[in-house]
């Protein structure tokens, strides 16, 4: 038995305001709220286009009026659908020019990261990295340990967001397992680590040069997953999609 699961990696630079006024009907008075508060205009169309464009998406899986749908939300925070969600589960992530939306028929978690230059990076290692992450990354020149280190982020948030625990489990306690080869524009998946619950599996992929994503996803017994199904395109190209249903 296959998992299904698709993903949609959405460009967020320089969307038609034709599409912007679209996605902010879709967005509840909450939402909307919300949106109107954020002062920073980069985090504000982020926040716009990954709310519209999962509220559409979504509507689409399970023909219902996008601005009908109403979230629930776990003890950490997670997001999921209400009654009559159709089994579905869903995740978010944005950074930099890009919203990650990871949909599928069982627990997922999803994260993209923007990789950039970290000040702080021996600190951030020592809180994020196990002991034999930080000697592997450590040794690494500046750019490949930069790289480094959101690859091993990455996939740790997308497992921690997939089990829905976020960033109250230290990413320290767990360990991933990464080969020195270069990512590529699809998935790829991770072999086991430690700390990582039996059942699971993380993919990863380097969506362009700048930016790194992963995507964790709870297998049950005697399922495999294929290669997740990923679509990078634009605003205007998502709303135009006619095929947003599962395969």
């Known amino acids: ?52 464009c999962l509220r559409y998406l979504l509507g689409r899986y399970l023909g219902q009026p996008p601005a009908s749908l109403s979230f629930t939300y776990g003890p950490q925070g997670k997001p999921g659908l209400g009654q009559g969600n159709g089994g579905l589960e869903f995740n978010l992530s944005h950074s930099g020019d890009y919203v990650a939306i990871a949909i599928a028929d ?70 991933v397992m990464l080969d020195q080869q270069p990512l590529f524009q699809y998935p790829k998946p991770l072999t086991q680590g430690l700390g990582i619950l039996p059942g699971w599996q993380i993919w990863q992929w380097q969506v362009d040069s700048d930016h790194v994503a992963a995507l964790a996803c709870a297998l049950a017994p005697k399922t495999t997953l294929a290669v997740p199904q990923v679509r990078r395109l634009t605003v205007a190209a998502v709303l135009a999609a006619a095929d947003a249903g599962p395969a």
């Open 1 to 52: 038995m296959a998992a299904t699961v698709q993903v949609w990696v959405i460009l967020t630079r320089d969307p038609e305001f034709s599409c912007l006024d679209q996605l902010l009907a879709y967005l509840s008075p909450a939402e909307r709220h919300r949106s109107d508060s954020i002062r920073h205009a980069l985090t504000q169309r982020n926040f716009l286009v990954g709310r519209g």
């Open 106 to 175: 069982r627990r997922v978690g999803i994260d993209l990261e923007q990789v950039r230059t970290l000040n702080a990076l021996p600190a951030l290692c020592e809180r994020c990295l196990s002991p034999g992450e930080q000697i592997n990354l450590l040794t690494l020149s500046q750019p490949q340990a930069h790289l480094q280190f959101f690859r091993y982020w990455t996939a740790k948030e997308a497992y921690l967001k997939g089990v829905g625990v976020g960033l109250s489990q230290p990413m320290g306690n767990l360990e």
